[in-house]
């Protein structure tokens, strides 16, 4: 009975040492910019500078309408 509480000890012990490392392996954030961060932020400008420019072309629009 003994060497199978020993055995499950030790499992105990490496999982638990297993789980703390993954944690700390998470907690490593340096804030690296990844690739697909930065297509999204391009992407994200080009969104804005195309709404600028159709709301530009919409405000020209309405301003060259004849009044009666």
């Given at each position: 009975m003994q060497h199978v509480q020993?055995?499950?000890l030790k499992l105990w012990f490496r999982t638990s040492e297993t789980i703390s490392a993954a944690a700390?392996?998470?907690?490593d954030?340096?804030?690296?910019?990844t690739g697909q961060t930065a297509l999204i932020v391009l992407l994200?400008?080009?969104a804005i500078?195309?709404?600028g420019i159709?709301?530009?072309r919409i405000t020209d629009n309405a301003n060259n309408?004849?009044?009666p």
């Open positions: 020993l055995e499950l700390e392996r998470s907690r954030d340096r804030g690296e910019v994200v400008i080009a500078a195309a709404g159709i709301a530009t309408i004849p009044t």
